[in-house]
């Protein structure tokens, strides 16, 4: 074993081992080589609609601001050492954020632009996130947590050798997990000081003036110290501040050419709209508090003044959609979806809960219409496990499965319905799927058919075969019932009165237990 331990490590040293040259630095930097630039351009392009999905959707009532993001962007990719495939999106999120994904793919929240007070600062962000692209940051990201696999791979040959509620409901998404590790890593110090410095670079040969990511780190920091929830939930969490990264980018600043552009005029006129209706998204963030602590007369006031205030924004009227879901009264929560709908049909959101509503209503087909529409934009455990329902209900059981199936991928009570409905549609035609089961050796050498429960709910009234060849070498066969209900994980066994085994070996090659017939317990 430990022979084969060495031989698998160094396969694994040969074959994923590698340096890379950083396109920013020139310096080598550890990546594994099927993590190349290829990877990048296939992770970005393919994560990117469903992440931005899951992070809130785009951000449409201000077409204007989005080209004007888009713009600063394009300005400072310019400047980056590698010719990628650069987009910039705005999305639709309260929380102060920003993220790329690898090839390229970046976001800034709508929450974040309200904190910032000049295009600099802009610049500071985004070029930021630009050399975590262009420095290949997150394949190096992927690199090191490959390797950590790795070594609990081998740890693990090594130790084998020694021996809902409505108000409250969350969206279970079924988001690739690279994806979500990729948006939420927390990187390195030295991958946080190449961005600093090499974004800064990049600001400066684009014509900002440097001390934007100064004045940028100075507030976040004050922001960090007064510990700002949406900020820790944001920024703060993979792009943590600190006093030494403000000293860093002073003096960096002092290295560069003095002056440049700071754009304050342009970004308060770029982002005047976004600050003239901030009201109205604080009146969301305090109705989605109320909503989730069930007090709905005060999410309902709220709720209204955030329409009353920017009656365009579609996300307000879903919210009063949830409102109404919540206390029942569906047919209100489908008209404040339909109007959510009419504002924005690019979020899957708006699909799916007036799926979810229209499904409670009995209008089938229709609902059926709204969660495919959903699953188009972002695959959800709550569309698949309904889209399932409709099909078993249809007797499109093969399809019910596969939904079922799909649905049952996120950790969340969703999931759990979904295998309890696989369960109960493939309990009968194939127990053995559910239900493990071996022929054991008891302490007194007499056989014992042992069965183990793997299903995510209670089973009973199990029956097994038991096939064995006598001393005689005649072969025999006979039925046992499991008396009782086993749980999920819990394990039994039951006497066969099979006494002339000699070992182990021979219990192998002479009996063979099977498990025959099962049902989830009442």
Known sequence: MRRLLVVLLFALSFNFTGCSVNPVTGEKNFV?????????????????????????????????????????????????????????????????????LPGGKIVVNRGLLTELGSEAELAAVLGHEIVH???????????????????????????????????????????????????????????????DLYGMKYMSAAGYDPQGAVDLQQTFVKLSEGRRSDWLSGLFASHPPSAERVAN???TAKTLPQGGDAGREAYMQKTAFLRKVQPAYEAQTEAHKALTEDNLEEARALINKAIRLEPREAIFHAMSGDIFAADKKFRRAERAYSDALQRDSSFFYHHLRRGQVRYERGNFKAARADLENSLELLPTAQANFLLGNLDKRAGNLESAARYYQAASQTNSPVSKEAQTELVLMELPQNPGKYIQSAALLDRGGKVVAAVRNTAPVAVDSIRVKVEYIDS???????????????????????PTKIGDIVDTNDLGRRV???????????
């Open 32 to 100: 594994l080589p099927n993590l190349d630039e290829e990877w990048e351009r296939n992770v970005g392009t393919q994560m990117y609609a469903p992440m931005r999905q899951s992070q809130g959707g785009d951000y449409i009532l201000d077409p204007a601001l989005a080209e004007y993001v888009t713009g600063v962007g394009e300005r400072l990719a310019a400047q980056s050492s590698r010719d990628l495939p650069y987009e910039f999106h705005v999305l639709n999120n309260s929380v102060p954020n920003a993220w790329a």
């Open 133 to 195: 692209a262009d420095a290949a940051h997150g394949a190096r990201q992927q690199s090191k947590g490959l390797l950590t696999q790795i070594g609990m791979m081998a740890a693990i040959i090594y130790g084998s050798s020694k021996a809902e509620t409505a108000a409250g409901q969350q969206i279970a998404m079924l988001v690739p997990q690279l994806g979500a590790q990729l948006i939420t890593t927390k990187y390195g110090r030295d991958a946080e000081r190449e961005s």
């Open 249 to 251: 980018n002073r003096a």
């Open 472 to 494: 005689n070498r005649q072969f025999r066969e006979f039925s046992l019932r499991i008396p009782g209900t086993l749980e999920e994980g819990q394990q039994t066994s039951v």
């Open 512 to 522: 063979r237990v099977t498990v025959t017939a099962a049902r989830v317990a009442e």
